[in-house]
């Protein structure tokens, strides 16, 4: 009896083991990343500061605030712009491929987004 009563504490105690394991809640997102499939942009240089995530399709987009760092994590080509009116008037900063990020492009307020 003795081994039979220590077999089910050895499996009782595996499965509170087991069971701890999965109850773990997951890691929050780390606030310096963009998912994939979104475009992210933050207020601060080098993703840092407030982050913006966004769905993107193909057209023209005015901000309603300044970027300073922003990662494309589309399938999409993305232009960065400072616009003086709406949307490509004004200074292009940066082009990003698909799945590539600008730490420092400039004061962001409008980008254009193309298929490939």
Same mark, same amino acid.
């Given at each position: 009896?003795?081994? $039979?009563?220590? /077999? +089910?504490?050895?499996? !009782?105690?595996? /499965? +509170?083991?087991?069971?701890? #394991? +999965?109850?773990? &809640? !997951?890691?929050? !997102?780390?606030?310096?990343?963009?998912?994939?499939?979104?475009?992210?942009?933050? =207020?601060? *240089? %080098?993703? #840092?500061?407030?982050? *913006? @995530? %966004? =769905?993107? #399709?193909?057209?023209?987009?005015?901000?309603?605030?300044?970027?300073? =760092? @922003?990662? %494309?994590?589309?399938?999409?080509? @993305?232009?960065?712009?400072?616009?003086?009116? /709406?949307?490509?008037?004004?200074? *292009?900063?940066?082009? +990003?491929?698909?799945?590539?990020?600008?730490?420092? &492009?400039?004061? @962001?307020?409008? $980008?254009?987004?193309?298929?490939?």
């Amino acid at each position: 009896m003795g081994m $039979i009563r220590a /077999g +089910l504490t050895m499996t !009782a105690v595996a /499965g +509170l083991l087991l069971g701890g #394991t +999965l109850a773990t &809640p !997951a890691a929050a !997102a780390d606030p310096n990343t963009c998912p994939q499939g979104y475009a992210c942009g933050w =207020s601060g *240089k %080098n993703r #840092t500061g407030e982050r *913006k @995530v %966004n =769905s993107l #399709t193909p057209g023209c987009y005015a901000l309603n605030r300044i970027n300073r =760092s @922003v990662s %494309n994590q589309t399938n999409y080509r @993305v232009e960065l712009w400072h616009a003086t009116t /709406g949307c490509q008037q004004g200074t *292009k900063l940066a082009t +990003l491929q698909p799945h590539t990020y600008a730490d420092n &492009p400039g004061a @962001v307020n409008s $980008i254009a987004v193309y298929a490939r």
